[in-house]
């Protein structure tokens, strides 16, 4: 399988700031990391896929330049929500692919992210 | 285009009962199949997934899944439930060679004492 860790689990900003969060393949090289969002009682809603060294690729209706995306290195990739606002409050959570093929996702703890 | 349904959005049952989560999908392709558990304001931990070979599938935690084609389903199962059961489950579909994974809107599974 494949350890994935986010930092930070929980962050409350206030509305107009930016906020990182950050998704790490610990034992994993992942040239390919994605990010979903899960309001409260719902399910989990791919955002982005983030490519490694490239641009990232945006699901349909996610807005590119607020949720800015940079996947660097083959072990970290970060997600920056800019001008943050109370509807952007959610919980992200980022995985990876196992190495099997199979499509199995590993996930990360997830990070809560509230905005006042 | 891929898609998974979970019937029933809520699912309560008495602690040592059997416990059934059900999940159809849509794929046009053979699909490759799996079952998630999320706790409380953490990630999703795979429980089980069906990858083509035995269709009945065992997984951690006394949950098994048989996948049939016929029905297009992968109901998730458990003969006896405990209460470190109550989280979310989520079935998921992807497509072989693909490089996505479709989640259904989950299932809450409540154990009462």
Sequence with gaps: GAVVSQHPSWVICKSGTSVKIECRSLDFQATTMFWYRQFPKQSLMLMATSNEGSKATYEQGVEKDKFLINHASLTLSTLTVTSAHPEDSSFYICSVFGADGTGELFFGEGSRLTVL | ?113
């Design chain 2, 1 to 113: 285009a891929q898609s998974v349904t979970q019937l029933g959005s809520h699912v309560s049952v008495s602690e040592g009962a059997l416990v059934l989560l059900r999940c159809n999908y849509s794929s046009s392709v053979p699909p490759y199949l799996f079952w998630y558990v999320q706790y409380p304001n953490q990630g999703l931990q795979l429980l089980l997934k069906y990858t083509s070979a035995a269709t009945l599938v065992k997984g951690i935690n006394g949950f098994e899944a048989e996948f049939k084609k016929s029905e297009t389903s992968f109901h998730l199962t458990k003969p006896s439930a405990h209460m470190s059961d109550a989280a979310e489950y989520f079935c998921a579909v992807s497509r072989r060679n693909g490089n996505k994974l479709v989640f259904g809107a989950g299932t809450i599974l409540r154990v009462k004492s």
